[in-house]
């Protein structure tokens, strides 16, 4: 518990921090030199007081020698040690095989310091073994990152860093190298190349010369920004830049081979976003990214952001309509509708402006149909959708309000993850964690997230070749019969709905979108049987994001391109159908019952209730 210097309390952590090494590894000399530290321990530090350091080493050295704890040969071996250190460069650093600082980690700190307490956390010797896949951490931040600045290029403005360089700091390579890397701007991008500081050292027409941080110019790569290069930013250098603005740059290289083509200009998007993806099994996080850069914000916009969800809500109004009557093949109105409500008679529309009257339940669900949602949840009750909503964990007291059916209310993306890995599990009750386990000082657990019981683990007899009972204690949060219904609906949203222009991962795959008013938020939330992922993107003071903008044209590419990746590791497969399930082939357009040899794109397979009374074709006006 004592500091030892380098911010290291104890043995251990002073043990890692000077010579990243247990301390069953150390030599004499290294744990002389730890002795050296409880008696001031900032004043012999292994490079600015190495000199005192090294003479109180051998001192302690000295004693262990006339004290009998280490004979004539160890001792004279010890005094010919150099004292390698990580501070002098000598061993990595055991931070260095850490994590980044970033959403993630953050995110742990911010919650195991409201469980512990600050103290404790930043000073309890805490172990602490997180659920993140670094992989996949790294292809969620790219896939999010290449959304957002897709987007912000399109717009075709440019806003750089803000920072800037005074005149006399550029007058040789010396200083401004010195004030660059002074000044602050984010440092963790490394989309496609890492993304580097750099300093604009001259401006002419066809060319901008620049200065980078830790690259030193060659005649093979020049450090200047062509023409060219800008033809995505409305003027030319003159226009945008000048001399001491601070930019980011990356290299630009060949996808052969990665030979170098030229010095590219980069800036961080204004508009954001959040993604997040974690195992529906389990609740463990294996990816999260709340915003193109940490080091440029670090407000997560995963978990701390309050956003309308729009048409990615839908489903629990849906889900509420199974559970009290409907099944996919109900025919609900796509008709124009007229609600009294305080300020006002409201008068909703579908995206498209156009009504497409009859409709079966799957096809209003592929197709995002607000009106039929506005219906559904009208003749369901939005005392019970609420219910549904709050049950999933999606709200702690949502509205009653028709509105919110259409996803009018705020929520996180954190928080509607979770709730769709309820789908995906068949209904069980699933508590996202960053966190497995963690253990104090002493090695005891203090938390454990999977709190499941293990029947058989501590029985010796049990043979070798048998795997324990392990228990599943988790609550249900809905009829399994629903959950498969609804996954299936969704199914529908990813291969022929709004989704399908977007998500192609050649799996069983689910999801929906959303999009909400003025596209100031776009959403899509998917997943496998084994994993969900979900995107939002929008500014941080929200404003429409144009008429283009829409969840499965912007957060769609953000998943596919993240989930090609976790299938490969994970793994994907069928839906588990519950054995209540009773399939039977109905027309999608018109909900009417099929023969079993119906073949057709218009046909399609659905779960009901065995033993269910299905009156097919029979239409709820809902309004």
């Known amino acids: 518990e004592i500091d030892l210097g380098v911010r290291s309390f104890g043995v251990t952590a002073a043990a890692q921090s000077y010579f990243n090494k247990p301390l069953s590894e150390l030599s004499p000399a290294e744990a002389a030199f730890l002795a050296v530290h409880p008696k001031a321990p900032y004043s012999y530090h292994p490079v600015k007081n190495r000199e005192a350091a090294l003479a109180r080493r051998d001192f302690i050295l000295r004693e262990m020698f006339e004290n009998g704890y280490i004979d004539q040969a160890a001792y004279q071996e010890a005094l010919n040690d150099p004292l390698r250190t990580v501070q002098n460069g000598d061993f990595p650093a055991f931070s260095s095989e850490r994590p980044p600082r970033d959403y993630f980690t953050d995110e742990i700190r911010r919650q195991l310091s409201q469980n512990f307490g600050e103290e404790e956390f930043f000073s309890g010797g805490l172990s602490i073994r997180a659920t993140i896949d670094p992989d996949m951490?790294?292809?969620?931040?790219?896939?999010?990152?290449?959304?957002?600045?897709?987007?912000?290029?399109?717009?075709?403005?440019?806003?750089?860093?803000?920072?800037?360089?005074?005149?006399?700091?550029?007058?040789?390579?010396?200083?401004?190298?010195?004030?660059?890397?002074?000044?602050?701007?984010?440092?963790?991008?490394?989309?496609?190349?890492?993304?580097?500081?750099?300093?604009?050292?001259?401006?002419?027409?066809?060319?901008?010369?620049?200065?980078?941080?830790?690259?030193?110019?060659?005649?093979?790569?020049?450090?200047?920004?062509?023409?060219?290069?800008?033809?995505?930013?409305?003027?030319g250098f003159?226009?945008?830049?000048?001399?001491?603005?601070?930019?980011?740059?990356?290299?630009m290289t060949t996808d052969a081979d990665g030979t170098f083509i030229r010095w590219t200009l980069r800036q961080v998007p204004e508009v954001q976003g959040g993604f997040m993806a974690m195992d529906v099994n389990t609740g463990r996080v294996i990816a999260m990214q709340g915003g193109f850069s940490y080091q440029n914000s670090v407000f997560n916009r995963a978990t701390q952001a309050q956003r309308q969800p729009g048409s990615s809500f839908k489903p629990f109004v849906y889900a509420a309509a199974l559970d009290s009557g409907y099944s996919p093949a109900t025919i609900v109105v796509d008709a124009p509708i007229e609600i009294n409500t305080p300020q006002g008679l409201w008068r909703p529309q579908n995206a498209s402006n156009r009504y497409y009257g009859p409709t079966p339940l799957r096809t209003g669900i592929e197709q995002s149909r607000n009106l039929m949602t506005i219906r559904l949840a009208q003749e369901?009750?939005?005392d019970v959708v609420a219910d549904y909503a709050e049950?999933?964990?999606?709200?702690?007291?949502?509205?009653?309000?028709?509105?919110?059916?259409?996803?009018?209310?705020?929520?996180?993306?954190?928080?509607?993850?979770?709730?769709?890995?309820?789908?995906?599990?068949?209904?069980?009750?699933?508590e996202p964690t960053l966190i497995d386990r963690v253990q104090d000082r002493y090695g005891k657990t203090?938390?454990?997230?999977?709190?499941?019981?293990?029947?058989?683990?501590?029985?010796p007899t049990l043979p070798r070749s048998e795997a324990p009972v392990i228990v599943n204690n988790r609550e249900r949060v809905m009829n399994?019969?629903?959950?498969?219904?609804?996954?299936?609906?969704?199914?529908?949203?990813?291969?022929?709905?709004?989704?399908?222009?977007?998500?192609?991962?050649?799996?069983?795959?689910?999801?929906?979108?959303?999009?909400?008013?003025?596209?100031?938020?776009?959403?899509?939330?998917?997943?496998?049987?084994?994993?969900?992922?979900?995107?939002?993107?929008?500014?941080?003071?929200?404003?429409?994001?144009?008429?283009?903008?829409?969840?499965?044209?912007?957060?769609?590419?953000?998943?596919?391109?993240?989930?090609?990746?976790?299938?490969?590791?994970?793994?994907?497969?069928?839906?588990?159908?519950?054995?209540?399930?009773?399939?039977?082939?109905?027309?999608?357009?018109?909900?009417?019952?099929?023969?079993?040899?119906?073949?057709?794109?218009?046909?399609?397979?659905?779960?009901?209730?065995?033993?269910?009374?299905?009156?097919?074709?029979?239409?709820?006006d809902g309004g």
Not at 154 to 160: A, Q, S, T
Not at 446 to 459: A, L, P
Not at 502 to 525: H, R, Y
Request: charged share 25%; with cysteine.
């Open 238 to 251: 003159t226009d945008n830049f000048e001399v001491g603005d601070v930019v980011h740059v990356r290299r």
């Open 446 to 459: 203090v938390y454990r997230h999977d709190d499941r019981v293990c029947t058989d683990c501590v029985n």
């Open 480 to 620: 399994a019969v629903t959950a498969y219904q609804l996954t299936s609906m969704m199914t529908g949203v990813v291969s022929r709905g709004t989704a399908s222009k977007s998500v192609n991962l050649g799996v069983p795959v689910a999801g929906k979108t959303g999009t909400t008013n003025d596209a100031k938020d776009v959403w899509f939330i998917g997943f496998t049987n084994n994993i969900v992922a979900g995107c939002y993107i929008g500014f941080d003071n929200p404003r429409s994001m144009g008429s283009g903008a829409s969840g499965g044209g912007m957060c769609g590419p953000v998943f596919q391109r993240f989930m090609s990746s976790a299938i490969k590791k994970y793994g994907a497969g069928k839906f588990r159908a519950p054995k209540e399930c009773e399939f039977i082939k109905i027309d999608r357009f018109t909900g009417a019952r099929l023969s079993d040899s119906a073949e057709g794109d218009h046909v399609v397979i659905e779960c009901f209730r065995e033993g269910e009374q299905i009156d097919f074709g029979i239409t709820f």
């Open 380 to 382: 369901v009750g939005m």
């Open 137 to 235: 951490q790294v292809e969620a931040a790219h896939a999010l990152q290449r959304a957002l600045e897709q987007y912000d290029r399109g717009i075709g403005r440019w806003r750089g860093t803000g920072k800037t360089i005074a005149p006399e700091e550029l007058a040789t390579e010396d200083q401004w190298r010195a004030a660059l890397s002074n000044t602050i701007v984010a440092r963790d991008v490394t989309l496609e190349n890492k993304w580097y500081p750099a300093v604009v050292l001259g401006i002419a027409d066809g060319e901008m010369r620049i200065g980078i941080e830790d690259v030193i110019a060659t005649e093979a790569e020049p450090q200047v920004i062509p023409a060219k290069d800008i033809d995505w930013i409305r003027g």
């Open 391 to 430: 049950r999933f964990g999606v709200y702690d007291g949502m509205g009653r309000f028709l509105a919110n059916s259409l996803g009018s209310e705020e929520t996180t993306l954190y928080k509607m993850v979770s709730a769709y890995a309820m789908f995906a599990n068949g209904g069980q009750r699933v």
